[in-house]
């Protein structure tokens, strides 16, 4: 297995991961993925990857910037989808341990991360990377017409943005 850089022609692929998590119920807010054209403007050029085997796309993770001010240029929100048949596997952590080392080339000193209560697996992997719990945000959202909860984990840079 080996993790590379995610190109726009694997977008097929990732979008149909990406739909496995929304399914769900507890992934994300979404519900459907976006097109490829809205996913690319939404997600940092330098760190979008992809887990692959064989030719078949495992999983993916991408960080997104938290807001368009400068003051949080170097925070950025993190994505990582697993394809069902390749959960448990440890592609998770090999996906977000890249995602860390490649969130601080591009100059980011945080990465943050919601995640809803019920997805442990999510949770579980976070805290493995050296990701801490910072907060609940009650009732943030709805999906499906059902309020949930947030849960914020972050993970400071141990290099970048120390002075």
Same mark, same amino acid.
């Given at each position: 297995? &080996?993790?590379? +850089?995610?190109? =726009? %022609? /694997?977008?097929?692929?990732?979008?149909?991961?990406?739909?496995?998590?929304? %399914? $769900? #119920?507890?992934?994300?807010?979404?519900?459907? =993925?976006?097109?490829? /054209?809205?996913?690319?403007?939404?997600?940092?050029k330098d760190c979008r990857l992809i887990a692959e085997e064989n030719g078949s796309i495992l999983g993916w993770a991408a960080l997104s910037p938290v807001s368009s001010r400068c003051v949080y240029g170097g925070v950025g929100e993190v994505s990582?989808?697993?394809? +069902?048949? %390749?959960?448990?596997?440890?592609? #998770?952590? !090999? !996906?977000?341990?890249? !995602?860390? $080392?490649?969130?601080? &080339?591009?100059?980011?000193?945080?990465?943050?991360?919601?995640?809803?209560? @019920? +997805?442990?697996?999510?949770?579980?992997?976070?805290?493995?990377?050296?990701?801490?719990?910072?907060?609940?945000? @009650?009732?943030?959202?709805?999906? +499906?017409?059902?309020?949930? /909860?947030?849960? !914020?984990?972050? &993970?400071? %840079?141990?290099?970048?943005?120390? /002075?």
């Amino acid at each position: 297995m &080996k993790v590379r +850089n995610m190109k =726009p %022609s /694997d977008w097929s692929n990732v979008s149909d991961i990406y739909k496995e998590g929304i %399914s $769900t #119920g507890f992934a994300t807010f979404e519900t459907q =993925p976006p097109s490829f /054209d809205q996913w690319d403007e939404a997600h940092v050029k330098d760190c979008r990857l992809i887990a692959e085997e064989n030719g078949s796309i495992l999983g993916w993770a991408a960080l997104s910037p938290v807001s368009s001010r400068c003051v949080y240029g170097g925070v950025g929100e993190v994505s990582v989808y697993i394809a +069902n048949a %390749s959960r448990g596997k440890g592609i #998770g952590q !090999l !996906l977000m341990q890249k !995602l860390i $080392t490649e969130s601080e &080339k591009a100059g980011f000193w945080t990465i943050q991360s919601g995640i809803f209560p @019920e +997805n442990t697996a999510s949770i579980k992997l976070h805290e493995k990377v050296g990701f801490r719990y910072i907060g609940k945000r @009650e009732r943030i959202g709805k999906i +499906n017409g059902v309020w949930k /909860d947030n849960l !914020l984990f972050e &993970k400071r %840079s141990d290099s970048v943005g120390v /002075d």
